[in-house]
Nanobody
Framework: QVQLVETGGGLVQAGGSLRLSCEAS????????MGWFRQAPGKEREFVAG????????AYADSVKGRFTISRDNAKNTVCLQMNSLKPEDTAVYYC??????????????????WGQGAQVTVSS
């Protein structure tokens, strides 16, 4: 059974940091692009960050550029999202995703085949 499991969410004050991890199991994801998306209450799911299959190429939403960093470890089948200088508007459920259709990060959710269950991130002001 293919699974993506996110950990590391929680409550943090504005200006603080959190690190999300996503561990994949059931198949190897070393040839997949990986991404992080988020969904805030009453809003659509949006792209946050993506990374290519080798980790050499990454992409970020303008709203998180310079504050968030995506990374991956193919040997451990994991992808991480380091979030610094967090703002209340970063509050959302964060989802890890994997795409078998592309080697490079995509901002489009329909490109991704596998999704985690989500991790809540709450940033207080």
């Amino acid at each position: 059974q293919v699974q993506l499991v996110e950990t590391g969410g929680g409550l943090v004050q504005a200006g603080g940091s959190l690190r999300l991890s996503c561990e994949a199991s059931g198949r190897t994801f070393s040839s997949d692009a990986m991404g992080w998306f988020r969904q805030a209450p009453g809003k659509e799911r949006e792209f946050v960050a993506g990374i290519s299959w080798t980790g050499s190429t990454s992409a970020y939403a303008d709203s998180v550029k310079g504050r968030f960093t995506i990374s991956r470890d193919n040997a451990k089948n994991t992808v991480c999202l380091q979030m610094n200088s967090l703002k209340p508007e970063d509050t959302a459920v964060y989802y890890c995703a994997a795409s078998t259709r592309t080697l490079y990060p995509s901002r489009h959710s329909y490109v991704y085949d596998y999704w985690g269950q989500g991790a809540q991130v709450t940033v207080s002001s």
